[in-house]
């Protein structure tokens, strides 16, 4: 944006341009319930899919025998991996997966075969009627045995999925300060609301088909459902049905082929829908990890060394787990000035569930580690959590540890200074007092439970800060599209950008009325029907699909001037756009957008690229990160000691957001992010026994409710970023990050105060890990 | 397929007996999770409580010093007045369930029928020397609370019995309910514990949930606790509460599952003792 | 008596409701017979609130009643609180407030709210986080939530 634009834009806010905070165009219709999920379509003639998943961890499969699903009345179709007419396996980096499993099954809840039938009912029984006959054998759970070679391959493609070092500098610097610790990060859920479904609608020759599904980049699901069903690409139409929240476990295949292959095998329409269990097993989760980082500094706290190796848990398929490898190990040094460093590390392929993108991909593990390192630092060199993150934060032009220059506005400091100058809560342990003089129950760690009084509990506070990578790595070409058409006063945009509920449909308008001068902004339909948008996720669509809205419209606005100038005689390069007007800058002329493009039909279409990334070398030097953003955030908890129970009090957060395009949904993704940081640090976990999952449903993989999640208060920092085309950064990512360690140290330091001395280096954090 | 919605007690049992294996279904809070998950499902016939005037209204009767808590009594309605402060504990219990929705549909009986050892109300009907009312086309029996809960999910009803009325003493003196669970709300129970004091009797109860196949009371602890009370002053001291605790975790025979770890469970349900009985008195001088 | 065909109220129009399977949740009867789509299911457990409809005048997890045992009740779903095209306050709020993100849990917490501001006029912050427990959205956070619950409590004449 030219300086001329910006204060343009900076002078009275036109209402719904950038910078105001319109309500989303799909609102009135989520509140009314009106809204299509891609749970709510159907068809006339619409049959139901469902699909038989392994109960082991590994096994082979000896015989399949279906005739029993074909005696129950209604149902149609069977299917397994013999039906799949294209390529047999898919994936988003290797394609190691398989459609349906043939001779292994390698984690518990892998697809093995299909039905499709009347009704969800009959399509259940089906499943229940399916006879497979599996030889059991001993599952790979120890990702420290995968790494050493002692079990025999589960996959042909190898056990471990990645290896990379990192060697930066001198690997033999030292200092009088050296800490160390071994940390654990379990398996997060994305647990987005919204459960898988998808239609498949197939054309009536059976050699092409339109999917209606919920997912995060509607042209790689159509690659990929495109090899397996043996069809040209341009045959596989997708179409957006409204997601439910995504935050990653929707960039990797689920029900997509599945519900094609039914489809066009009967000639008929054909849905399906998980339920929450088989939500946990179908997707993909956030990787569990154990990182081990030894951090050498000066007496005064300054980074001097970090050596460090980090496993990740990839589980069954390798999905995105090299990608989140090289996310977790290229900020081994966090948003911190550091001259060395060497880094080992490994995404490992076990029988645990597949592992891939989950919100942070891979930074919140980092960061869980460096951030308790730093406290760590801080403690040793007897200086505060802010102080020793002050001395060493990162600025503009200093180097991560892979060589790369962060050439992004850094404004660590900043971000540190401007969350410490938000007011501490006034609310006391236990919060205030009822009318009656009573305590507030609620406010206390327990909550409902009731199970402390105010002078059982303990306050701390504790500091987390971070540093993010936005869009695509290692040489990666994320690009997105946009198509803008003006005439007659209103603007139409198409983008295969997929809405997960972020807002990105509500600042397309707002670029659009702001560059183009029209407040008629209509949304064309989310499908395949424009070039690739790429994934929502990486805290990317901002600035990718942000920028090629803006591009778009921007080349629409070329052709205005180009009109305006023919018709009235004047350069394009003296007109601009002013509030809902042309105006000649040398001249008089001043007409209104809607006469200017009346009976017009301009129509361009922008694809926007970021400049190219590298890949990392066997040192794991090289700029393999396109743009960096960073956050502060500071937790004030309340801790019962005794029974090991937390109530977060206040979460305080200055983020680095660049220019906040819409700043009511900037806040939304700040306090959302923050509350799936704080799950991890309290709640949230897969657990998996014996490779068996034993929480596949919300009384058990617990959420944070209204009673778990605190006032946020929050400060946006606003340095526009002069790489972003908007001076817009992704702010989806960084809340989730150092959150989690922010309510981790917290927790530490009250413990401190009541003079107990806990590590915490594992999250969730149990109560049993406070009070024993 | 029937599901029968009867109005009168004597209508439901009328349809039990002709259907024994009927699936009963009081507030669905429990049944109807197990529905969905298709872990059960009916055979033949549904008989839904719900709708039963009998089981939903309670009463109290001062001179035999009780109230009877209909069946289908939920945990809103136990929360409101008068029957709040006629049994407090019971109000704290209901207001730890979940939420409102779940609130307006579950029920007392429901949660006497499912027998989890988790159930919220239980240890508060188990430390108040609660009665169970079973009706069946036979006639009725009246069975301590104590006696019904037999095992992990497991009642001494007998087949065409329905659950009628919980009958519960009233007590002169402090009741309260206490439960630990991971985060704020809508937890099911890791450790749970009620403590109540009888100051006519001179006696406390201590009942508690998730730390063995059933609630559980605790003898040993009670009697402690009992005999150290100051009764005159209404004190007691923090000695006596560190043993009371003690004992509270002695008396429990909690197991490690994917919620929690039969160690860390032990502790809390010794915690909660302590903190209750704390509640219940104000300090004394530590002897 | 038999149930193969029963007749629920829903928003003051009565269904018939044919081929309900034995234990059918109301959940799946007002969204799969009925066609009523509004209610969602997240979790078939009563642990999200995403399918909270009012029976009788109470809020309920739709997923938690047998839908054959509902008959003769006053059902009330998010269809039915406002007509399509004019919000109720707390929808609207919902809307200003950026309270809405993926919307999955958005029918649900209306539902909620408008028990909530039945039942409390002016609730504190306490209140509505302890009343909305059982209501659970993995976008928002909460914050903008209770903004929007607040601003309607104002409007409507209470205080915050």
Known sequence: MTVDERSRVSAPLRPGTIGDSPVRPDGIEKVQGSYAFSSDLSADGCLFGATLRSPHPYARIASIDVSGAWKISGVEAVIDASDVPGQITYGLIAEDQPVFASEFVRYVGEPVAAVAASDPETARRALDAIEVTYEVLTPLLDPEVAIAGDHPLIHPDGNVIRHQRIVHGDPAASGDIVVEGTYEIGMQDQAFLGLEAAIAHPDPGGDGVELHVATQWLHEDQKQIAACLGMPVDKVRLVLGGVGGAFGAREDISLQVHTCLLALRLGRPVRMAYSRAESFLGHVHRHPATIWMRHHATAQGRLVNIEARFVFDGGAYASTSSAVLTNGITMTQGPYRCENGTVDGFAVRTNHLPCGAMRGFGAVQACFAYESQMDKIALAAGISAEEVRLRNAMRTGDLLLTGQPVLNVAPVEDCIRETAALPMPDEPVGGFAMPDGSPDAMRLPGGAGRTADAPDIVRGVGWGVSIKNLMYSEKFDDYSTARCRLSDGVATIKFATAEVGQGFITIAQQIARTILGVDDVVLDRIDTGVGSAGSTSASRQTWMSGGAVDAACRAARERLFEAVGAAYGLEPIQLMIDGTDVVDTIGDLRIPVSEASAGLEIDETFEYHHPPTEELDENGQGNCHTAFAFVAHRAVVDVDPELGLVKVVQIATAQDVGNALNPLSVIGQIEGGIAQGLGLALMEEIIQIDGVIRNPNFTDYLLPTFLDMPPVVATLIEQPDPHAPLGAKGVGEPPCISSTPAVVAAIRDALRKAGVDRPLERVPVRPSDICF | ?287 | MSNEVFTLRVNGIDHDVADSWLGESLLDVLRDRIGLMGSKGACTQGECGSCSVMVEGSLVCSCLVMGATAVDQEIVTIEGIAPVGAPSDVQQAFVDAGAVQCGFCTPGLVMAVHDLLERTGSPTDTEIREELAGNVCRCTGYGRIIDAVQQVAVRRGGSA
């Open chain 2, 1 to 287: 397929m029937t599901v029968a919605v009867p109005n009168t007690l004597t209508d439901a049992v009328q349809l039990l007996e002709e259907h024994p294996s009927a699936f009963l279904l009081g507030g669905g809070t429990d049944a109807m999770v197990e529905i969905n998950d298709g872990h059960r499902r009916p055979d033949e016939m549904v008989i839904a409580l719900n709708r039963v005037a009998d089981l939903r209204s309670w009463r109290h009767d001062p001179t035999a010093g009780t109230v009877t808590i209909g069946a289908g009594v939920t945990y809103t309605e136990l929360m409101e007045e008068p029957l709040a402060s006629l049994l407090p504990a019971l109000a704290e219990a209901s207001r730890t369930v979940g939420s409102p929705q779940i609130r307006n549909a579950g029920t007392l009986g429901g949660n006497l029928g499912t027998c989890s050892p988790a159930g919220d109300g239980l240890p508060v009907l188990a430390a108040l020397d609660a009665e169970v009312l079973l009706v069946s086309s036979h006639g009725r029996r009246t069975v301590p609370v104590q006696d019904f809960m037999v095992g992990v999910k497991r009642t001494s009803i007998e087949p065409g019995e329905l659950i009628a009325e919980i009958i519960v003493p009233l007590r002169t003196g402090w009741q309260g309910y206490a439960k630990v669970g991971v985060r704020n709300a809508m937890v099911i129970a890791v450790a749970s514990a009620c403590l109540a004091v009888d100051t006519d009797a001179r006696r406390i109860a201590i009942a508690l949930g998730s730390v063995g196949p059933t609630v559980m009371r605790c003898p040993d602890a009670e009697d402690h606790l009992s005999n150290a009370v100051d009764w005159s002053s209404g004190t007691v001291s923090d000695d006596a509460l560190g043993e009371f605790a003690r004992l509270v975790s002695a008396a429990s025979t909690p197991i490690t599952d994917h919620r929690s770890t039969a160690d860390y469970r032990r502790h809390a349900v010794g915690v909660l003792g302590r903190r209750l009985a704390r509640r219940a008195f104000t300090q004394g001088a530590t002897t």
